[in-house]
């Protein structure tokens, strides 16, 4: 079965705090995202990679950076939290070639006090 | 402008009810358009695609205008599970996995 895991469900951190969200998917895909979700704005993409070492900047890339060292993994950081940071936080993979499905995680929910 | 505008609702409907939600995009390049499911407190999953010349998944159906730049989607005899927020997606480029989602439209069936 498809999976993609999310290393936190909830996070409490502190303003100034660097701030690590890790994502594994199992189903070998190309493409990995990042998407935070707020009330009334949707899901805005963050940052998403086509390879491994690769990433691209998406829609809200400031405040934040990411890291895949390997196929499977996709790291976020956030090198120092603020509040407005705030948020339920998803990861995502996808095939190559733009099926359009996405297979999110759980979701993390980051709130920085 | 937002890429993609959807109603956010909610739409409040009886069992048994047709309900539809529409959703504009804003780019004519956009390539592949699909609809997605969110139940509360949980991720995105795909529903269906949609295809130009329409397409059908049981009770749900879903409807392409390229000319005037929206989807639809459209669910008869609602059962109590179908409420959730339905998001509207939108694939600007078809080689890449970038999409664009719509803020979401929240349903609840009531008995």
């Known amino acids: 079965d498809v999976k993609v895991t999310q290393s936190s469900r909830y996070l409490v951190k502190r303003t100034g705090e660097k701030v690590f969200l890790e994502c594994v998917q199992d189903m070998d895909h190309e493409n990995m995202f990042w998407y935070r979700q707020d009330p009334g704005l949707g899901l805005r993409l963050i940052y998403f990679s086509y390879d491994v070492k690769m990433k691209e900047k998406g829609d809200i890339p400031e405040g934040y950076s990411v890291s895949r060292e390997k196929k499977e993994r996709f790291s976020l950081i956030l090198e120092s939290a603020s509040t407005n940071q705030t948020s339920m936080y998803l990861c995502?993979?996808?095939?190559?070639?733009?099926?359009?499905?996405?297979?999110f995680g759980e979701g993390s929910r980051l709130t920085v006090l | 402008r937002k890429e993609v505008e959807q109603d956010p609702g909610p739409f409040n409907v009886p069992e048994g009810a047709t309900v539809a939600f529409n959703c504009t995009y804003s780019?004519?390049?956009?390539?592949?358009f699909f609809w997605y499911r969110q139940d509360c407190r949980k991720e995105p999953k795909l529903l269906m695609s949609v295809y130009s010349s329409g397409n059908e998944d049981g009770r749900f159906t879903a409807q392409l205008n390229r000319a005037s730049q929206y989807i639809s989607l459209l669910i008869r005899d609602s059962k109590l599970s179908d409420s959730a927020t339905y998001l509207c997606v939108v694939n600007l480029l078809s080689n890449t996995g970038k999409l664009i989602f719509g803020q979401g439209t929240t349903l609840q069936v009531k008995p």
């Open positions: 995502a993979s996808s095939l190559g070639g733009g099926s359009g499905e996405l297979f």
């Open positions: 780019n004519s390049a956009s390539q592949s």
